[in-house]
């Protein structure tokens, strides 16, 4: 039962979160139907960002993965924003209304990514770190699916909007066939003080520290590693093949980070969640820096620094809900897990946005070098949090 509501759940994560770069994966096919504004192509993406946020903050803040049945939560939200998502299908490239309904859609995929870390934690406690990895995991794949379908559709980027939308409307009826665990806890009434946890008790606090520091690197490289390996690789080949390549390098990048989170999970429940976030951060801020030195380099080169990348960035996100959901009361680990996706997707809000902005002014090189910096800051924090003992 355990084994099959797992694998469950991670189908079903894979093929809500397919909705979230859909915007980065069709962008330059989109351009060839419609100019778009520099800020209106950042906003197709950070919107998703933003629209998050407010949605994980109105769930944190009412308690709904703690205080309803977290499968009704998961599905409601996902036929809704795979059905929202679809509007992309009808509106004009960029337009306020698409942006606007990439900001919808991220509103409701707070329904999805930590409740259903909230069913997954239900599950186990001495295995934690590996069943929210695997969770994590999913969340990854479903991250870089955008790029496998763009790739699949050719330069026809509504058969990718299309194919994301439809599979988060199927999620949301797969997640009924998931089982909720022995460890599954209700909050017995709403109370908002929940929140106040983040910050009185200092091993939430420092999780949360950590995964900021996390999160300043993570969605940045994730949404625009095509563009910027695309204008890595076009200083080499002609730029028809420099995008058809980077579409290729996204998805091997950060689905190779989707399949490392499982092991990464695995390794946290021997050596120690916050042991597994140290190494995973110090390796990602170097592969950070290294991209940044080695742009405009041998295609070659560039492709195993960012898998590399894509391979390290990610599996360290799962043991930070962890760490949060071990220093938590069992009816309260959903709420506050979910506020702190909240904080950290506000911080990726700035970071997607800027980033193609700073990369304008600045160049590729320097503005992904300094994503190593999330990093470093969460390195600082998680050696905090690992003297306490």
Known sequence: MKLRSIVLLMV???AA???WFVSAAILPDMLRDAEISPFRQAALSSGVQAGFVIGALVSAVLGLADRFDPRRVFAASAIAA???NAAL???EPGHVIAIGARIATGALMAGTYPVGMKIAVGWGQKDRGFLVGALVGALTL???APHLFALAGGSDWRLTVAAASLASVLSGLLVFAVKLGPHHAIAARFDPKVITSAWTNRRVRLAYAGYLGHMWELYAMWAW???ATAASYSLSVPLADAEWLSKL???IAIGAGGLACAFAGLAADRIGKAEVTIIAMALSGTSAIAAGLT??????LTFVIVVIWGITVVPDSAQFSALVADASPPDQAGSLMTFQTALGFALTFATVQATPILASTFGWPIVLAALALGPAFGIVAMLRLRAMG
């Open 12 to 14: 079903a994560e894979v």
């Open 17 to 19: 979160l397919s909705l």
């Open 249 to 251: 390098t996204a998805f």
């Open 295 to 300: 742009f405009g380099g041998p295609i070659w």
């Open 225 to 227: 590693i095509a563009a």
């Open 82 to 84: 795979g059905l929202i």
């Open 142 to 144: 479903g991250s870089a």
């Open 89 to 91: 299908l009808v509106v």
